[in-house]
């Protein structure tokens, strides 16, 4: 019994919050929103359950009749559950609380304060959104990611939750808990949406460039091996190998110009088809992407097929890394990414969906001029920014010296005075540390640590202190030789910022200094 | 290397740790070099054809290593081992080969732990393990303190945290 009429902007309150206004008792239970899974759900169940009943009946029809009996068995079943599913699923939205109750058999009930509450996600398949669906998902910080997943509420519903649940946030916060209870009798209505202020949109341009610049070898890696294995279980593998055998006798007889012709033409066709696929599967996923800001609240918006709402939080903001691959630092183009508790990631990589993405790619300046719309105040900072230690060069070449003297005597064995050649390894692990050198460096700006580094591509990390959960240094016994050492920051999302190759000194100084700084803002949250 | 003006923690651990260091992780390292040398050894000269001399020169190798990296590992751990507070911050510093020093503001964390295993109890040790936020390196511990010292560090957080107060 959902009220599909209802205006998506949370026009009309919801009657239970009405009768409940009046209630003066100190623990009054506001109501804010109700409701209950979309109809459109059980058509959504129907189908899925004949997709997966499609494989028995057919084994049915035509070897066995008797699993068309465990078909239906199972279809009913599906059906069954799927209804008494619809039928228990309750969410209620109070001042303090979100509770989802489901369950026919063993009743649950879950509850997530509001404070836990992290990210609202929205997510819509094509066929969910013919029908008007929304998934709705709500994080917590646990690091589970998703918390409660409530499959499907209706569009108008949703929005409404998601405004009201904002709203209900809104007033937790700027009112102090005590004060607040005679107030949220006229909080309780939803409050007209704030203005909504369009930080970035993603022309469709960048969203070509970004997949014409996803250039993932590990992708290929992947593909290959899992067509190799496909090739064997089908019985091809040894036929392909017959082929391969006439295939090199065949390239024998070719002049070594065609046969390079041959081979470059095949790997260009290979990274072609990777890039092409890149390309699609980036306008799919982000299309008509939109970041926008309303109050203190972030929203992207973005999808071709499944689309995808998600709402971050200004200040649950733990970091935000511009990052620039090397063909995109090339083109002078940056991704920006934010990591908020409860998610994790490493380095360079997409979550699935592109959850952490806030801007797909953009013009580096861009990036940066956006910034301030993520973690305000960092306009106002100067980052004088510092270099790492060029001892760290040093200390990647002295690498290279230990793999080359390991790797010489390895070969020399099999490959006779050719293995001198593994003797290129100490310039290349050299040259390697010039390039990290030049790209290493760190910032502290009021309440902001900034990190660059990288190699070929560069890395850009903005983390405030005030979010930091511990300092590490670390001395590996390279570095305690050459009186280096690594800083690791810690927040409690994403992946730990790590600042290698800083002396001793300014490793520690800069560590107490972050510290102390979390440690006043902890003392001040509290 | 110009010396670091940086305050440095300056608590050690109790000094009988080394010894429950050693029976708690040198003991299995012991049993699984005894089990390698007097169990594995014989089936495998009796079972796999290509086992020669060479093979069990090998064999008593990592078997010794494994023993003595289990008894040089707590005297070093414990030589390195300080922690303390400075201000709002618990200082670690801690490493054999790779040495860190952790900074942990106090309000950060989210709950404080007392730890005592079987052992750990006849030594009269306890754990400290303190969880910030956060899903990797979120746990921090100190071992190897008197009990009734961990006791008095695990309270001095709860009143820093200002938990008390409730």
Redesign the interface.
């Known amino acids: 019994m959902t009220d599909d009429s209802e205006p998506p902007a949370g026009g009309a309150p919801d009657p239970a919050s009405g009768t409940a206004a009046p209630v003066t008792a100190p623990r009054a239970v506001v109501v804010l929103a109700k409701g209950h899974l979309h109809p459109a759900v059980l058509l959504l169940r129907l189908l899925d359950a004949l997709r997966q009943a499609a494989f028995p009946v057919l084994l049915g029809a035509v070897f066995q009749p008797w699993f068309l009996v465990l078909a239906a068995v199972l279809f009913l079943l599906q059906l069954g559950y799927a209804v008494a599913r619809y039928l228990t699923l309750e969410y209620t939205l109070t001042a303090d609380e979100l509770r989802v109750r489901e369950g026919i058999l063993e009743r649950q009930e879950r509850r997530i304060p509001l404070d836990r509450i992290q990210d609202l996600g929205f997510e819509s398949t094509i066929l969910r959104r013919a029908l008007g669906l929304v998934v709705v998902m709500v994080e917590t910080a646990s690091g589970r990611g998703v918390e409660a997943r409530l499959d499907a509420l209706s569009r108008a519903d949703a929005d409404h939750l998601r405004e009201v649940l904002l709203a209900a946030r809104r007033d937790r916060t700027s009112a102090p808990a005590s004060a607040a209870d005679g107030e949220h009798a006229a909080a309780a209505s939803p409050p007209p949406p704030e203005p909504e202020w369009i930080v970035h949109r993603s022309t469709s341009g960048e969203l070509l460039l970004r997949g014409v610049t996803d250039l993932r070898l590990s992708a290929f890696v992947v593909t290959g091996f899992a067509a190799l294995q496909l090739a064997d279980q089908l019985g091809i593998a040894t036929r392909m190998l017959g082929i391969a055998g006439d295939f090199q006798q065949w390239l024998g007889r070719l002049s070594p110009v065609v046969l390079v012709l041959l081979l470059a033409s095949l790997l260009l066709s290979v990274i072609a088809f990777g890039v092409v696929t890149a390309t699609i599967g980036n306008l799919v996923q982000f299309h008509g992407f939109t970041l926008a800001l309303r109050g203190q609240v972030l929203q992207r918006r973005f999808g071709l097929l499944t689309t995808r709402q998600k709402t971050l939080p200004r200040a649950r903001i733990q970091r935000v890394t511009v990052e620039q691959p090397w063909l995109r630092r090339l083109l002078g183009f940056a991704v920006v990414k934010a990591d908020s508790a409860g998610g994790s990631r490493q380095q360079g990589e997409d979550t699935s969906g592109g959850w952490d993405v806030v801007v797909p790619l953009t013009r580096l300046a861009a990036a940066d001029a956006l910034l301030p719309a993520l973690i305000p105040g960092i306009e106002q900072q100067a980052f004088g920014w510092q270099r790492g230690s060029r001892r760290l060069i040093l200390r990647t070449a002295l690498q290279g010296v230990v793999l080359a003297a390991l790797a010489v005597p390895a070969f020399w064995a099999a490959w006779g005075p050719w293995a001198l050649l593994a003797l290129v390894l100490v310039p290349v692990w050299a040259l390697l540390g010039v390039l990290a050198w030049q790209n290493l460096g760190f910032a502290l700006g009021g309440p902001f640590l900034a990190l660059r580094h990288g190699i070929v591509g560069r890395y850009l990390a903005y983390v405030p202190t005030a979010k930091v959960q511990a300092v590490v240094v670390r001395q590996s016994p390279f570095a305690q030789l050459l009186g280096l050492a690594d800083l690791t920051v810690y927040v409690a999302g994403g992946s730990p910022t790590r600042l290698p190759d800083l002396t001793l000194g300014d490793a520690k100084r800069l560590a107490l200094e972050i510290a102390e700084h979390a440690a006043v803002a902890a003392a001040a949250d509290w | ?7 440095r923690p300056h608590e050690r651990l109790q000094r009988r740790v080394v010894l429950y260091w050693l029976l708690a992780d040198g003991l299995s390292s012991l049993v699984v070099s005894a089990l390698a040398w007097f169990v594995g050894r014989p089936l495998l000269a009796k079972y796999w054809e290509a086992w020669s001399p060479t093979w069990e020169n090998v064999l008593l190798g990592a078997c010794l290593g494994l023993v003595a990296l289990a008894v040089l590992t707590p005297p070093l751990a414990y030589a390195r081992w300080r922690f303390g507070f400075l ?3 618990l200082l670690m510093r801690y ?1 054999i ?12 964390m989210q709950h404080v732990d007392l730890v005592r295993g079987p052992i750990e109890r006849l030594f009269g040790l306890a754990t400290l393990v303190v969880f ?7 746990a ?1 511990r100190v071992p190897g303190l008197a009990a009734s010292r961990a006791q008095e560090l695990r309270d001095f957080i709860v009143e820093a ?2 938990d008390g107060r409730l």
């Open positions: 290397m110009q010396p670091a003006a940086t305050p201000g709002d911050l490493g080969l790779f040495v860190e020093e952790r900074a942990v503001p106090v309000r950060r910030t936020a956060g899903n990797e390196g979120s921090f945290r200002g």
